[in-house]
C-alpha cells in the first residue's frame, strides 16, 4: 500500500505562482516504476489530468498547462513536484497527486489551489 500525501496548495493572485508536492510513503519499493500523475477538480465536474511524468522522467502535459506548468519527479526521495507559473482565476480547483503503475492506482486528499484576480 502507498500513501500520497499532496502539499502546496493555497491562494495566490492571477500571474502569481505555486509549487504543489506529493510525497509517498509505505510500500514505496516500487515508486520508481509509477507513472506519477497530478489531476484537478472543480466542484460538479470529474477529475481532469493536469500532468504526468513516467518512470523514466518522460512528462506530458494537458493543453491547458503547457508553458506554465513543470512536472518533475525525484525518485531517490519518493516525491513529484508541479511548479505552477502564471496561474489564471481557471486553475482553482483541488489539485490530486496520482500514482499509477503494476496493475494498481493510487491517490492523494488532494490541496486546494485558489486563484484570485
Known amino acids: 500500500q502507498v500513501q500520497l500525501v499532496e502539499s502546496g496548495g493555497g491562494l495566490v493572485q492571477a500571474g502569481e505562482s505555486l509549487r504543489l508536492s506529493c510525497v509517498a510513503s509505505?510500500?514505496?519499493?516500487?515508486?520508481?516504476?509509477?507513472?506519477m500523475n497530478w489531476y484537478r477538480q472543480t466542484p460538479g465536474k470529474g477529475r481532469d489530468l493536469v500532468a504526468s511524468i513516467d518512470n523514466i522522467g518522460i512528462p506530458n502535459y494537458a493543453y491547458f498547462a503547457k508553458g506554465r506548468f513543470t512536472i518533475s519527479r525525484d525518485n531517490a526521495h519518493n516525491t513529484v513536484n508541479l511548479q505552477m507559473n502564471s496561474l489564471k482565476s481557471e486553475d482553482t480547483a483541488v489539485y490530486y497527486c496520482?500514482?499509477?503503475?503494476?496493475?494498481?492506482?493510487?491517490w492523494g486528499q488532494g490541496t486546494q489551489v485558489t486563484v484570485s484576480s
Open positions: 509505505g510500500s514505496t519499493a516500487t515508486f520508481n516504476f509509477f507513472s
Open positions: 496520482n500514482a499509477h503503475g503494476l496493475g494498481k492506482m493510487y
